[in-house]
C-alpha cells in the first residue's frame, strides 16, 4: 500500500469510527478519484472525499469535523470545515511550523502524525498530544448493539399479527391482506465503571472522556460510575455536550480522586441497589485492588450472572509484555468475557466496536 492509499484508509477509518459508513468501496472509490487530480491540494481531497465517502445529509458535519482534526485544514479549499477546538488547535499548530516546510507535504504529514497519536500510550503523551487525542476522541460516535424488546410494531414480514389481520377484515369484509408485526428493538445499556485511583491517574481523564462519547452517543442506555473508595453515580454529568464542561463536572462531583480501589465493595453496593440484567458491564481499572480480591471476584461473577456480557478494559493490556498478575485481575479474570486494552484512542475506537457487536 503506497503513502496516499495508507493515509486515506486511516481518513476512512476515523470516519467510521465517527459514524460516517466509509466502507471499503467508497474508500476505493477516492482513491480512483484521487488518480485524477492534485493530491497536494488539499481542497481537491476534501471535496473528492466528501463527494465518495459521504452518504446521508447527517454525514458532512461529522465528516468535516473529522477532515479538519485528521489533515489540520487551513487552505481556501476546506474554508467549510467546522471550526471546533479541533480546527483551532490544528491551525495554531500549522502556524508554528517552520517556515522553510514544504506546503504540499504539510497534509501528510499532519495525517502521519495523527495515526501515530491513535496508538501512543496516552501516559507517555506530551500535554499537547494528549489534549489532541481528547479532541479526536470527542469526535467518536460510539456504536451500541441492540436487544429485541418486549413491543411490536408493523412489518411486512414476521410473525402474523391476528388482531389486525381481523380487524381490517371486519372493517372490510374480506381478508384483503395479512397483517405481519415484529419486535423492536432497543440498545444495550452499557453500565460503565471507572476506577479513578491513584494508580489510574494517568487514564482516568480518557477513560471518563470516552464515558462522554459513550453518553452522548446513546443517553438513556448509559450508565457511568466512578469507583474509588466510593461508588459515585456521574451519568448526569457527563450529559453535557461539551466534554470539557462534563469533565469539570464529574471532577467536582467525584469525592475519591486518586485515593485507593475497593472495587469488590462497589461493586456489591451497586448490585445491592440496581439492576444489571441484560447490560453490558464495563469496568475500567488495573485490577489493583485495595480490599479483599476474593470479594471481588465474587461480586464480578455475581456480575457476570446478570449482565449480557462482562468486559475489562485494563490500560495496561495494550503493552506486549501484559500478565493478569495483580490480586484483583486474577480474581476477576475468570468470569469476564472479554479482557482489552485501554490505553490509547485505537484501543478506544476498538473498544466502541467491540461494544456496538457485544
Given at each position: 500500500m503506497d503513502e496516499l492509499a495508507a493515509t486515506m484508509t486511516g481518513f476512512a477509518r476515523?470516519?467510521?469510527?465517527?459514524?460516517?459508513?466509509?466502507?471499503?468501496?467508497?474508500t476505493q472509490n477516492l482513491l480512483r478519484a484521487l488518480d485524477h487530480l492534485d493530491v497536494s491540494d488539499q481542497g481537491e481531497v476534501y471535496w473528492a472525499g466528501r463527494l465518495t465517502l459521504c452518504a446521508t445529509p447527517d454525514d458532512l458535519p461529522r465528516y468535516d469535523r473529522c477532515f479538519a482534526a485528521y489533515f489540520g485544514g487551513r487552505r481556501a479549499g476546506v474554508a467549510r470545515t467546522?471550526?471546533?477546538?479541533?480546527?483551532?488547535?490544528?491551525?495554531?499548530?500549522?502556524?508554528?511550523?517552520?517556515?522553510?516546510?514544504?506546503?504540499?507535504?504539510?497534509?501528510?504529514?499532519?495525517?502521519?502524525?495523527?495515526?501515530?497519536?491513535?496508538?501512543?500510550?496516552?501516559?507517555?503523551?506530551?500535554?499537547?498530544?494528549?489534549?489532541?487525542?481528547?479532541?479526536m476522541l470527542s469526535l467518536l460516535r460510539a456504536g451500541r448493539a441492540r436487544r429485541r424488546s418486549r413491543r411490536f410494531e408493523s412489518a411486512h414480514r414476521g410473525v402474523?399479527?391476528?388482531?389486525?389481520?381481523?380487524?381490517?377484515?371486519?372493517?372490510?369484509?374480506?381478508?384483503?391482506?395479512?397483517?405481519?408485526?415484529?419486535?423492536?428493538?432497543?440498545?444495550?445499556t452499557v453500565v460503565l465503571f471507572v476506577d479513578v485511583s491513584?494508580?489510574?491517574?494517568?487514564?482516568?481523564?480518557?477513560?471518563?472522556?470516552?464515558?462522554?462519547?459513550?453518553?452522548?452517543?446513546?443517553?438513556?442506555?448509559?450508565?457511568?460510575?466512578?469507583?474509588?473508595?466510593?461508588?459515585?453515580?456521574?451519568t448526569t454529568e457527563l450529559r453535557h455536550r461539551d466534554p470539557g464542561t462534563a469533565l469539570?463536572?464529574?471532577?467536582?462531583?467525584?469525592?475519591?480522586?486518586?485515593?485507593?480501589?475497593?472495587?469488590?465493595?462497589?461493586?456489591?453496593?451497586?448490585?445491592?441497589?440496581?439492576?444489571?440484567?441484560?447490560?453490558?458491564a464495563v469496568i475500567a481499572s488495573d485490577g489493583w485492588e485495595r480490599g479483599d480480591p476474593a470479594l471481588l471476584g465474587a461480586q464480578v461473577a455475581r456480575l457476570a450472572r446478570q449482565a449480557h456480557r462482562v468486559i475489562w478494559v485494563n490500560p495496561h493490556k495494550g503493552h506486549a509484555d501484559y500478565q493478569p498478575l495483580t490480586g484483583g485481575m486474577r480474581a476477576a479474570l475468570p468470569h469476564l468475557d472479554d479482557l482489552v486494552a485501554g490505553h490509547s484512542l485505537a484501543a478506544f475506537e476498538q473498544l466502541s466496536e467491540r461494544l456496538a457487536h457485544a
Open positions: 476515523t470516519l467510521r469510527a465517527a459514524g460516517v459508513a466509509a466502507d471499503h468501496e467508497r467546522s471550526t471546533t477546538s479541533v480546527t483551532r488547535h490544528l491551525a495554531a499548530e500549522a502556524e508554528t511550523r517552520a517556515d522553510g516546510e514544504d506546503d504540499e507535504r504539510a497534509a501528510p504529514a499532519t495525517a502521519s502524525r495523527v495515526e501515530v497519536l491513535r496508538h501512543r500510550d496516552v501516559a507517555r503523551l506530551t500535554e499537547a498530544e494528549r489534549a489532541e487525542v481528547h479532541r402474523l399479527d391476528q388482531r389486525r389481520t381481523i380487524r381490517d377484515a371486519l372493517r372490510k369484509g374480506e381478508v384483503a391482506r395479512l397483517r405481519h408485526r415484529r419486535h423492536t428493538t432497543r440498545p444495550r491513584g494508580s489510574m491517574a494517568p487514564y482516568a481523564e480518557t477513560l471518563l472522556r470516552f464515558a462522554h462519547a459513550l453518553v452522548r452517543s446513546e443517553p438513556r442506555a448509559t450508565r457511568v460510575y466512578s469507583v474509588g473508595t466510593r461508588l459515585t453515580p456521574i469539570n463536572d464529574v471532577s467536582r462531583t467525584i469525592p475519591d480522586w486518586s485515593g485507593g480501589t475497593r472495587l469488590g465493595e462497589e461493586l456489591r453496593e451497586y448490585l445491592a441497589r440496581y439492576s444489571a440484567r441484560g447490560t453490558i
